[in-house]
């Protein structure tokens, strides 16, 4: 009674919980559900989500919110082919470039924030349209194909069966968990995010701490955009706007607090991958698109007021 | 004089939180054209039973009885409905609101449905000339002062005409002018036959207004008799339980050292034009009205706001400090008055608040030291007593508790000046005493402290000099030798003959 009682009041827990229930019950009455390749299928595409959303998780803490993950995305899908320099054989710089790229603009969105004061979800919002408009003049309608090794290696090696984006995905969890719980960059996101002003009248920077953490979002979004790449093995505009939503969702379904200053990456890893099995179990249901949609939305909603519950303050 | 009946009562009353019981029993019944006087330590279980009496929180077990009658589920909206209007310690204005929107708000007077500005304007008028607030009626409430805001809070009450009216420490952030106009008005709202709960840490108001008290300690009720005969020392062994000495310790006279503050022409936002200068080992009071630029003369000097000056020495740096950061790294400390909103992260844990400002020098390899860390948070709570688990929310300690939390912090960088804006605001008699030793005994390692407060006995008794603001600048200051609290109140009133001295 107590264990179920501490669960409760431990979202990610129990939004591991969840997961596990519903690969359970998901796996014993679908056929094919449980197979092994199916799970690395379900993982991998968790992967993405949950890269996203690290960057997500962090602005979010803080008290903000990045609507631009999904133009980044699409940003680093499109240049990355165009900037991958041909000398190169290993495509290292291509991506090492396109990470900077992605931070820089993660940096101007926290620059918005921090000295122009424009709330977050403005500043981002206008960074990811004037970023999509860019994209339009420089991509056109077009697909670009992607050449560089190390980004299709990325994308599509399994070493020892598992996945190269699945083992990405370990690592970014392991920073993540380290920058929250072990760095005192950490500490003093979640204070700002819970009291901006009496953490600023403690001596903590808004202003570096802000920059730092949209920059984070800028390059664990960038991040995301080169494993999506090599999973498509192509860019095109439009191809991040599905990560945007989903991004928030998942770490929301894992705890962590809309409005900030309380939640763990913990709690988003189990909320990505409960989120992509969602996806995954309607898509099974013979269901037009419209209900689909009906159905994935009215899930989310459910799924959240089990598990991503706000505690009463 | 027949038995009156009593309009609310609370019988028997428990409640806990968390498993910790909070009131274990406690009686009381508020009769009409009485002042009846609620005393206790932070802790006691004071808000907790407001919060009862008010429908904010359901008892456990007993019950709240209005006009004899037991109320079941009471609630908030029951509470309005029988009469029963609070002033809460914490303000609830809406910033944005006028003065009279929010005075009339969840009873505004309405015409076809939408507001009705001009009957509303003309009951609000009314009770603002009550309650002596001159104030434009279509002022934003952010603009006023914290003094001023208190007072929009009592019209509000007032507004809805209560028979039962509770005040929780109406006077904590009233200037004594302001204090005195609340004090007529109590004591006319008694004669007009209502029924009054007054709850405060000042003694001599208590003793100036009330004529019954309740003494709460550790959720049990320790006292419930008339005040006729009982002196602020008996009260205090009430609320202690045992004999609580003088409440300030013996002025010391220290060494003073190097000029740590030296200012001239300084001014940050309210505050302007003020010379200033302060040494190592100093205890300098700043005094005035609540709300003549005080607390923006110590946020300016913290870096928290712009600030400018002619010339400026402040801890050996040559012009003011351009942000909080830089403030820290020249050794000055700040606590804010607002220990809720400025001073603390309320729903993280006591141990995090207390790190916050030190968090960068338990680094290892990067890494945050969580050995270090907790033999820190452990030195800390044991120096300044801090009782409990460390890991619970700093929100679940009491108001006196918090704010040692708040000063805590601070230690590990061992700030060369420490800013103190009304640090025991709200703080029980025992914390206070606590606080003011820690005080002295900042200033005897050589620290400069500079105390803003709105409480003068605490400026005469602990300071070296005062500072008496008014109207922004720094009016008068007043040497050792001339403080009094007639003086300070003289000089914040604009009645010094002295007062060209600074």
Redesign the interface.
Known sequence: MNAIKAALRNPPLLTLILVVLVWIIAGLTLRGFGAYGHLRYLLELSAVIGIVAAGQTLVILMGGIDLSVGAIITVTAILLPLISPEADPTGLVGIVLTLGIATGIGLLNGAGAAYLKVPPIIMTLAMATFLQGMLVIIAGGSAVSVTNAAVIWLGQARPFEVPAGVLLWVVVSIVML?IIH???VG??F??LG??P?????????VGRNTLLVFALSGFFAGLAGILILGMNRQGYVGIGAPYLLTSIAAVVLGGTSILG??GTYAGTIPGAILLVTTTALITVVNASPGWRSIMFGSLILGLLLISGREAR? | MTKTKPLLEARRVFKGFFGNPVLKGVDIALEPGRVHALLGENGAGKSTLINLLSGALQPDKGNVVVDGQPVLRFSPAAAREAGIAVVQQELSLAAELSIAENIGLGALPRRFGLIDYRALSTAVAEVCERVGLTEPLDMPVGDLSLGRRQMVEIAKALFRKPRVLILDEPTSSLSAHEAGILAGLIRKLRDEGIALLYISHRLNEVQALCSHVTVLKDGVVTADQPLAGVNDEGLVRLMVGRDAGDLFPAWQDNPVGNELIGLEGFSAGMARDVNFRACAGEIVGIGGLVGQGQEDFLLGLYGAIPASAETAQIAGRHRPLKNVEAANGAGLAYVPADRKHEGLVLPHSIASNLLLPSLGDLVKHGLRDRAAERKRVADLTRRLTIKGDVGRPVQALSGGNQQKVALAKWLPLDPSVLLLNDPTRGVDIETKREIYLMLQSFAREGKLVILLSSDTPELVHLCDRVAVFREGRLATMLPRSEISEEAIVGAAMGLSAKGAAA
């Open positions: 380290i072990r760095m005192p500490a003093r979640l204070a819970a009291n002003l009496a953490a600023r009248l403690s001596g903590v920077s200053g309380r303050r």
